[in-house]
């Protein structure tokens, strides 16, 4: 099945096996299998180097605030 779609990554790989064949399989166990077969590459990092200050920087206690959050609620999943 991988031989046949080769741009599909781990992920998608995992997700279409499961629901053509009924049977449960990860993303991680995919991404093994294929390294283990050299049919994938290790994922290339770009390595980011901290900066020594901040951009925005503040002129007070208390005056930069940031949040983050994400809920997506789809039906019939979980």
């Known amino acids: 099945m991988a031989l046949d ?9 995992a ?3 499961t629901d053509t ?3 449960f399989v990860s993303e ?11 049919l994938i590459s290790s ?9 020594s ?3 925005d920087k503040t002129t007070a206690i208390n005056k930069m605030w940031q949040t983050d ?3 997506f609620k789809i039906i019939g999943w979980g």
Do not use: N, Q
């Not at 991680?28 to 050299?38: F, G, W």
């Open 43 to 51: 994922p290339a990092f770009i390595v980011m180097k901290a900066a």
């Open 53 to 55: 200050e901040f951009r």
């Open 21 to 23: 064949k009924g049977c």
């Open 5 to 13: 779609i080769p741009e599909l990554s781990p992920r998608e790989f």
């Open 28 to 38: 991680s166990s995919v991404y093994r299998l294929l390294k283990a077969h050299d």
């Open 69 to 71: 959050f994400t809920y």
């Open 15 to 17: 997700v279409r096996f």
